[in-house]
Structure formats: C-alpha cells, structure tokens
C-alpha cells in the first residue's frame, strides 16, 4: 500500500529543545507568516482554548507517559490518540511526520508556539494495512470527526493517497475516488472543516485533493524575509508542455481548480517526536497553519456565543462559514495604506512570478481561483477582522463586511443590499461556498460509515454571485461575477468603477439535486466614509 506524505526534511540541529542560531524562529506563525502570533496577544488573547481540531495521518503524535520515549519532553497536548477508529496501544503508530504537524498546530513552547496552541487536538492513525487503504481511512476520519462529542471544528490531512492505488479503472481526480467522497460526505454530515495537503508531483498525494467540501493547499516559501511566493515544489498549473501527461493524471479533471489557498510551508521550524527542533518543507506543513486557524477563530466565535451577542449565532460554527471566511479574507496584493485594497498586507506571487492581477481568474468570471494561489495567502489577522463583523441576513442592509449561513431555493436569489457606498476604486472581495451532496449508502442503516460500505455522490447545484448597483435588477447589470459551471465555489476580487451604492446577489441557477441550498457567504468592501477618514 502506497501512500505519502507531503513534506522533506531541509536540514535539522541535535541541540534537544533550543533553537541554536543556525534556525531562525518559527516565522511562519509570526509576521512573516500568517499573523497568529498577534491574536494570541492583548487584546485577542486566543490559543483555540477548549476548541477540538482533528489530525488524521499514516502514523500518530505521541504522549507523554503513555508512549515510552526517553528523555522527552513534550511541547504539546494531546486531547486523544487513536489507530484508525479505535484506541492505539501504547507506543504503537508513532511517527516522526506526524508529531511535527501536530507541532504547527498546538505547540506551547515559547520559542516556537504552534498557531492554537491549545486547542484540543484528537489524532488517528491509519497505519500501514496490507490489502487496506481508502476504507480504513474514512474509518479513521469519521472517528475523529466524532470524538469532543461530535463537535470537531477542523479536520487536518497532511497524507495522502496515489493514483495508482486507487481501485477504479483508470482512476483520475474527479472526486469518485472513496475517501474522497468520504471526505465530502463527513464534511456535511459531521459539520468539520476538511484542510488537504495538496499535491506535490511524481507519487504525490493526488488523494482527496479533489474534493469540494473543504480547503485544499498549496505552500508558499520566503521572499525578501516573507512568505510570499507559491513554492516550485508544488504542482499546480495547467497541463501543457513538458511533463503534460503527469499532471493530466494529477490534477482535477476538466476546468475545475485544486488549490482554495495558500500557507507558509518553506523551510518551517517543528519539533519531532524526540523533542529535536527541525526545518522541514511541504505542504504537510502548509495545512496545519489553516486548521489551527480555524481554532483561533472558533474561540472568538464561541465567546461572542456565550455572551449572546448580537449578530452572533450558532451559524458561527458552520464549516461553510469556516472556508468563506478564511478564503475571503486572503492577502493578494498589498494595500498602498489608501484601504482601497482592503488593508491586504501582502503581494501573493504565483511560482512562475505572476500576482493575482495577471491571473486569469482576475479576468474570467468563470474562473473564481488561481490555479496556484487559490483566493491568496492565508491571514489569520485578517479572517479574525472578517469573522468578527458578525452574521447579517439579506432581510435589511448590512455593513461593509460581515459574514452569513444561509439558504437558496431553486430559480431564487438571495439579495444583501450594503449599507453605505462604495468609493470609485475601491476594490470588494467576496466568497460564496455551499457543499456538494454525498451521501452514505448506508447498508445497515445505523447512520455511521461502515467497511463495505460506499458513497453516492449526487452532484452540485450551480449557485452563482453577483455585486450589483443596488438599484439594478438584471444580472447582466452586474458590475462583478462569479458563475464557475464546476465549482462548489464563487469568489469576486474587482474594483468598483463607479461610486455608489450596490447589493450582493447570490442565485440559484441550476438545480442537480436538492431545491434547497445551504451555503456560507462573506464579504469586504470598502465604505465611503472610512476613505474619507484616511485622506484626513
């Protein structure tokens, strides 16, 4: 059985527990990363307290005094350990790769805090099953999506599966394959966000990077001190020239994009199993940034809850809510400091040097992500700004930025009509994300995954979005659109040519399965008077 993870050792320091001057400080969570290191702090004070992410891998982090390592002190907490859908023996499935995501995510060491440091992580390992594979593994993410009482926030996935593995004849990624229609499957049923390391070339992990209800990965490296630029060794771009046949096989099918957003995943600090400080690449290490994230944002989210504020609700923990808000809120290109770019803090280049406006999915409105830089580069400042303008609802106008759970029937649309107007140049980010439907052909009928069992997928609803004048009632008014044939995924980044007030359209177009669909939405854009603010 052939399976991967995505990652490599770039050089390492025996020195237990210290980072030695040859290795920098794990800048990936800090200011040349993705912002985390601020929410930890005054005023933000977020870790992920009491907030449960999931690590399902090849191998499992191990436990302090559960697991016999000597000498080891370790520089997280785990909230549970497992092999496949069941308890681990001690010592038992322990690997090095998944102790240093693990790592990423809930480390508490001071010198190389993870991004939530203490978030309650459950991990489950696979293992190493003769004659097993794909059903094992939707055994192993069911279980994890179920454990904190079946609340489990964010699902991370830094292994994956090979095409040549894969059972179906001719097996290409078109979202058929079983734990990828598992994934989906849970990712509704279970309410958990799914982060997939994406797929990196030759043996990659082309499995589940095809599925549409979570977040898949690509890795940027540093430039000029930050993580700004798609790294080479992530294989994303389209299939023509030299080595065309490969990524035929290794990318979606058709027209569809792979990657939803990018993470630092160059040359990160980690500690291992032994407590020994690495440098490791890939995107195994790109994904646990955006997983733990979640778990920051969870915290916030559950403490406006607890409060009962307003414009707050349970939608909050909506997976869907989750992925809009994290995709939305992405660094493209840096703002000049005129907020006409939405504050972004960050210029984002492609692998071959390309920035957002020379993509084509800056142009083509049937296009909504890059192929290599998704919606932009994870900011977990920024998604926090974006969570905490709150739930509005299409009923009455709504802020400059917000967020929102909703439903859409068949040949109907959903209008948000903004508050106050845009200025001339002034550019609006909005995201639109529903799931596509996957369901249990559930044998036994005791509504849980069994081995033997399999998935059927039942296709997506086409939803598209529009930002339009507020007065305007045809779409082919619209300033802006994003109506992808293909996707699960709608995303507008333009600029407003003309001052005035506009509304948010978000409309069923073609109905595949149900007459009802749910979907998360978020939107940035910049109101008059904050721009009349900043020119004072």
Request: charged content about 20%.
């Amino acid at each position: 059985m052939k399976r991967t993870v995505a990652w490599v050792i770039s050089s390492l320091t025996t020195v237990t527990g210290i980072i030695t001057p040859s290795l920098a400080l794990n800048t990936s969570t800090g200011e040349a990363g993705i912002y985390a290191h601020r929410l930890h702090e005054q005023p933000y004070n977020l870790t992920g307290k009491k907030i449960a992410i999931g690590q399902v891998e090849i191998g499992r982090p191990g436990i302090f005094g559960f697991d016999k390592i000597a000498a080891w002190s370790p520089t997280f907490q785990l909230a549970g350990v497992y092999y496949q859908n069941r308890d681990v023996k001690s010592n038992g499935n322990l690997d090095n790769h998944a102790a240093m995501v693990a790592s990423v995510m809930v480390s508490q060491d001071k010198k190389l805090p993870g991004v939530a440091p203490n978030a309650r992580l459950y991990a489950s390992a696979i293992g190493a099953i003769k004659g097993g594979g794909q059903p094992q593994e939707c055994l192993a993410s069911q279980h994890i999506a179920q454990r904190n009482s079946g609340d489990v926030r964010a699902i991370n996935f830094s292994f994956g599966e090979s095409l040549e593995q894969d059972n179906r004849k001719d097996a290409k990624l078109d979202g058929n394959a079983h734990l990828t229609q598992c994934i989906d499957w849970s990712s509704r049923v279970h309410d958990t966000l799914y982060v997939i390391a994406g797929n990196q070339g030759t043996g990659g992990i082309p499995i589940p990077t095809d599925h549409y209800n979570g977040i898949t990965t690509a890795y940027t490296t540093k430039r000029d001190g930050i993580y700004a630029k798609v790294d080479f060794a992530n294989l994303s771009a389209l299939p023509v020239g030299i080595g065309r046949s490969l990524i035929k096989r290794e990318i979606n099918v058709g027209s569809r994009r792979g990657i939803n957003l990018v993470a630092p995943g160059s040359k990160v600090a980690v500690y291992d199993l032994a407590g020994t400080i690495q440098e490791v690449s890939g995107t195994s290490f790109a994904a646990p940034h955006i997983t733990a994230s979640v778990a920051l944002l969870q915290e916030f989210g559950d403490r406006q809850l607890r409060t009962q504020q307003p414009n707050w609700s349970l939608d909050s923990r909506r997976h869907q809510v989750n992925k809009a808000v994290l995709l939305n809120s992405a660094d493209k290109i840096q703002d000049k400091g005129n907020g006409l770019l939405l504050g972004m803090m960050r210029t984002i280049f492609s692998k071959t040097h390309y920035t957002w406006f020379e993509s084509d999915a800056y142009r083509n409105p049937e296009i909504p992500v890059d192929m290599q830089m998704g919606t932009g580069h994870l900011n977990a400042l920024r998604a926090y700004e974006q969570f905490i303008a709150g739930q509005w609802k299409p009923q009455n106008p709504v802020p400059a930025m917000g967020w929102d759970y909703e439903t859409v029937t068949k040949d109907n649309y959903q209008e948000y009509v903004l508050s106050q107007p845009l200025p001339e140049n002034s550019f609006v980010s909005i995201t639109l994300v529903w799931d596509r439907l996957v369901e249990l052909n559930d044998k036994n009928k005791n509504e849980r995954y069994d081995l033997g069992e399999n998935f059927e997928d039942r296709g997506i609803n086409n939803l598209d979005l529009y930002l339009m004048p507020a007065n305007a009632e045809n779409t082919a008014q619209s300033v802006c659109r994003s109506i992808s044939r293909v996707d699960n995924t709608e995303h507008i980044f333009c600029p407003v040519s003309t001052a005035g007030n506009y509304k948010i359209r978000v409309k069923y177009q073609q109905q595949v399965n149900q007459g009802e669909q749910p979907y998360g939405l978020a939107w940035w854009t910049v109101p008059q008077n904050s721009i009349t603010l900043n020119a004072q």
